[in-house]
Nanobody, 121 residues
Framework: QVQLVESGGGLVQPGGSLRLSCAAS????????MGWYRQAPGKERELVVS???????NYADSVKGRFTISRDATKNSMYLQMRSLKPEDTAVYYC???????????????WGQGTQVTVSS
């Protein structure tokens, strides 16, 4: 059983910062790409940023220059530093990871439960 647990969401004023964390636990052989997605009310879930196993990021245009993704392979963890937050960043943020749980199994997608980020004055 694999679990992804996010933390770090909350309420912040426009222009403020937040740092999200995602930790994977359970039977893990390897983690390939990881990523952060978000879903605002009435909208579809969208990719915010992904990061490959060798640390190469891919940012959505809307967050380039403001958000920074990182991962710590030793802790099976990933982080999202968000700066210069805008009201339009308000959404539930989800952690995603492509994980192999045994040497004979396929890589599967796993999701966290989501953490709310609200940017408002």
């Amino acid at each position: 059983q694999v679990q992804l647990v996010e933390s770090g969401g909350g309420l912040v004023q426009p222009g403020g910062s937040l740092r999200l964390s995602c930790a994977a636990s359970g039977t893990i052989v390897s983690i390939n790409a990881m990523g952060w997605y978000r879903q605002a009310p009435g909208k579809e879930r969208e990719l915010v940023v992904s990061i490959t196993s060798d640390g190469s990021p891919n940012y959505a245009d809307s967050v380039k220059g403001r958000f920074t993704i990182s991962r710590d392979a030793t802790k099976n963890s990933m982080y999202l530093q968000m700066r210069s937050l805008k009201p339009e960043d308000t959404a539930v943020y989800y952690c995603n990871a492509r994980i192999r749980t045994s040497w004979t199994s396929r890589v599967k997608d796993y999701w966290g439960q989501g953490t709310q980020v609200t940017v408002s004055s």
